[in-house]
């Protein structure tokens, strides 16, 4: 078989109907290899499931059922929209991925959260999988649609799926090659796997470009694209700064410390299964599919230009021992502990005699958890809605840029990499202007 690649298209490359044309059309250029085509829910759409899921276990039903409908109806008119005739295999399939979520609506929460949002939300992915491998079929690219779970096996950590990689290898090696056989296209699912016991996962948030490096990796693809609305990666996310330009090679070092701290362009477990398999990566622009993008490889060299990351949310959590004892390694070890537990991601953190400060991303109610985990032991003061901001290759202007008009109230310096914890300076304004 030739040596197949993997495209990823995002939500905002699938956002309305002249988006996926547009999408054909892209692909009407590649009509002569194998691809697996991995596509995300349609624009925004998981962020609306997020919001049935959330009623529904706050025990509003009828909410949640209000904006399920009101997701089937921009759905619907999508399709309309694509199709003069809507094939009946597709009606067949959106009615039954929608009446299975309607029934989910029906019965009690589950205990845990986490599924019940996996067995909601997954909807976004499998629902746009369908629309565009028929609308592809259609305008006479054929193409086969494929349940990435029969694929991508994980663990139980609902919302966080971990990869069985063995399992999931063995699979995509005995189901993809004979699809690609009868279609050069395979159109399946970002962002959700299964259990071994048939439970919907999802893999985080963002997470379809890393499920497109699960493909890449299982198949030994010859490279992957990620399709995106930028012309590749940027110096900066051009949504918070003027003036950044296009990287055009990069190695999979830099883009792993990059993405890690926050370039949202590439989600940040991408990099590893690639970089495993010497997998190249291109990161295009489906607006300009005609320009280059970046080209992420083993042997891009070493020179950048300063790279600036920016998370937000963040929380910086001080903790002291509250017998003025040492923070020492034991104790590390046990707040280690319930950070695994509370699942917090920590982006940065220092230590003094007696207190330890960690940067983490605030998300749910873990922070929360987590201080009340450790309260007999150790006293905890949290401050939130911080930024993080990372500079790779900085230089002192660009850092002198990045501290107008912010607090610093945490900052860790390596020679390649800087990171400052901020927040803006409290304005004051005059009470008699
Ligand atoms: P997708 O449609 O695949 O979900 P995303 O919206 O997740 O794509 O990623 C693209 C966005 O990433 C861009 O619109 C841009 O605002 C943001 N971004 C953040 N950092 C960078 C960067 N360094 N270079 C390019 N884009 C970036
Ligand atoms: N649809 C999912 C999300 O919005 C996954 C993805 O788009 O990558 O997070
Ligand atoms: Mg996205």
Redesign the pocket.
């Known amino acids: 078989m030739q040596h197949v690649n993997v495209f990823?298209?995002?939500?905002?490359?699938l956002k309305d109907a002249p988006a996926i044309r547009h999408v054909g059309n892209i692909l009407k250029t590649f009509a002569q290899q194998p691809l697996v085509i991995v596509v995300?829910a349609m624009g925004k759409t998981t962020n609306a499931l997020e919001d049935v899921a959330h009623a529904y276990w706050h025990g509003r039903p009828e909410e949640a059922r209000g904006k399920l409908d009101r997701i089937h109806g921009e759905a619907t008119a999508i399709i309309d929209a694509l199709f003069q005739e809507v094939p009946e295999e597709l009606t067949v399939a959106v009615n039954d991925l929608f009446v299975s979520v309607e029934w989910a609506l029906e019965e009690s929460p589950n205990a845990e959260y986490d599924f019940d949002y996996d067995q909601i939300v997954s909807l976004g992915e499998l629902l746009s999988s369908h629309i565009v491998a028929s609308y592809l079929t259609r305008i006479g690219l054929p193409s086969s649609w494929l349940d990435a779970r029969d694929v991508i096996q994980t663990d139980n950590t609902f919302r966080e799926g971990w990869v069985r990689w063995p399992e999931t290898t063995e699979r995509a090696e005995r189901l993809l090659p004979p699809l690609l056989q009868q279609t050069k296209f395979v159109v399946t699912q970002g962002f959700i796997g299964n259990t071994s016991e048939n439970y919907t996962t999802t893999l985080g948030r963002?997470g379809?470009?890393y499920s497109a490096a699960i493909f890449s990796y299982c198949l030994d693809a010859e490279a992957m694209s990620?399709?995106?609305?930028?012309?590749?990666?940027?110096?900066?996310?051009?949504?918070?700064f003027e003036n950044?330009s296009?990287?055009d090679r990069m190695s999979y070092r830099e883009a792993i410390e990059?993405t890690y701290y926050?370039?949202?362009?590439?989600?940040p477990k991408t990099i590893k299964p690639l970089q495993n398999k010497s997998i190249p990566l291109y990161?295009r622009s489906f607006l300009e599919p005609e320009l280059e993008g970046?080209f992420v490889t083993d042997d891009a060299g070493d020179a950048y230009p300063p790279?600036?990351?920016?998370e937000r949310e963040q929380a910086l959590i001080n903790i002291s021992t509250r017998d003025f004892s040492f923070v020492a390694e034991h104790h590390i070890k046990e707040l280690f502990e319930h950070i695994t537990t509370t699942r917090l991601q920590v982006n940065m953190m220092q230590n003094t005699a007696i207190s330890f400060n960690v940067v983490v991303n605030d998300i749910d109610d873990r922070v929360q958890r987590f201080c009340t985990l450790v309260d007999d032991q150790f006293k905890t003061t949290v401050d939130r809605n911080l930024e993080l901001i990372t500079v790779r290759h900085y230089t002192p202007e660009v850092v002198e840029s990045m501290r107008r008009g912010k607090v610093n109230l945490l900052e860790g310096r390596l020679p390649l990499t800087l990171q400052m914890v901020v927040k803006d300076v409290p304005v004051m304004r005059r009470k008699d202007g």
């Open positions: 990823k298209f995002g939500g905002a490359s995300s963002e379809s470009d990620i399709w995106k609305d930028v012309p590749g990666v940027l110096t900066a996310d051009p949504r918070i950044v296009k990287i990059m926050g370039a949202k362009v590439i989600h990161v970046t790279m600036v990351a920016v």
